[in-house]
């Protein structure tokens, strides 16, 4: 479904598999509250005179609980982007403070400035974050790492998911120099998670259970 104009509180909330809203225009708060399956995207109008990437396309606190499904947001967003996320992807140019916040699931792609207090409370999921001023990052659950080879690969093929979706002419900018430019990522990891993905693919490689390994884990 393609609507127009600006939309208001809780776009798409709980919106299930199956179902896609582009919106051509700008949201305001908790964008996909709950988002359960389905995709939103939301573009300016491509007539739009000035840079998708330096305005506001939608407000705070989006993908707020949020079990599954995707957003593709092209330009920035306001405060606490990705809160309480636990299993949808979120994609978008620029986040204001407290991105992450509690989330404990999921994975987010930011490709531009983040604001202060980033990953306070993660406890889960993964997030990319281009050119990430590591001073802002709240440290206390989690670490920051460099991005596999195989992660690069998946952030590359959401970024080019994220310019036929949206247009983004970040996008397009970064995929033109992508063996360059993608050594700006950098992943944001809950430490705990870390170590109990870890203690899963370990098990399952040495044929011991699963959930014990996941307490032993948990126990440190």
Same mark, same amino acid.
């Given at each position: 479904?393609?609507?127009?104009?600006?939309?208001?509180?809780?776009?798409?909330? #709980?919106?299930?598999?199956?179902?896609?809203? =582009?919106?051509?225009? =700008?949201?305001?708060?908790?964008?996909?509250?709950?988002?359960?399956?389905?995709?939103?995207?939301?573009?300016?109008?491509?007539?739009?005179?000035?840079?998708?990437?330096?305005?506001?396309?939608?407000?705070?606190?989006?993908?707020?609980?949020?079990?599954?499904?995707?957003?593709?947001?092209?330009?920035?967003?306001?405060?606490? #982007?990705?809160?309480?996320?636990?299993?949808?992807?979120?994609?978008?140019?620029?986040?204001?403070?407290? /991105?992450?916040?509690?989330?404990?699931?999921?994975? +987010?792609?930011?490709?531009?400035?983040?604001?202060?207090?980033?990953?306070?409370?993660?406890?889960?999921?993964?997030?990319?974050?281009?050119?990430?001023?590591?001073?802002?990052?709240?440290?206390?659950?989690?670490?920051?790492?460099?991005?596999?080879?195989?992660?690069?690969? @998946?952030?590359?093929?959401?970024?080019?998911?994220?310019?036929?979706?949206?247009?983004?002419?970040? +996008?397009?900018?970064?995929?033109?120099? @992508?063996?360059?430019?993608?050594?700006? #990522?950098?992943?944001?990891?809950?430490?705990?998670?870390?170590?109990?993905?870890? /203690?899963?693919?370990?098990?399952? /490689?040495?044929?011991? =259970?699963?959930?014990?390994?996941?307490?032993?884990?948990?126990?440190?």
């Amino acid at each position: 479904m393609t609507l127009t104009g600006s939309a208001g509180q809780s776009l798409g909330a #709980f919106l299930p598999p199956g179902v896609t809203l =582009d919106l051509i225009g =700008d949201a305001n708060d908790y964008v996909g509250k709950g988002l359960s399956g389905g995709r939103i995207v939301v573009r300016p109008h491509e007539d739009s005179l000035f840079a998708a990437e330096g305005q506001v396309i939608a407000g705070n606190t989006i993908a707020y609980g949020a079990t599954g499904g995707e957003i593709f947001l092209r330009g920035q967003v306001g405060e606490r #982007f990705g809160v309480r996320n636990s299993g949808a992807l979120i994609v978008c140019e620029g986040v204001g403070d407290h /991105a992450f916040e509690y989330m404990t699931g999921g994975r +987010a792609v930011v490709l531009g400035t983040s604001g202060r207090n980033l990953a306070a409370g993660m406890s889960g999921g993964e997030a990319y974050v281009l050119d990430l001023d590591t001073r802002k990052v709240n440290r206390g659950m989690v670490e920051l790492e460099q991005p596999t080879v195989d992660e690069l690969a @998946w952030l590359r093929d959401i970024v080019v998911r994220h310019a036929d979706l949206t247009g983004s002419a970040v +996008a397009t900018s970064l995929l033109g120099d @992508w063996s360059r430019r993608s050594s700006a #990522f950098t992943k944001v990891m809950p430490r705990d998670y870390k170590r109990v993905l870890e /203690a899963t693919k370990a098990a399952r /490689a040495e044929g011991r =259970d699963v959930d014990e390994a996941i307490m032993e884990a948990a126990r440190g």
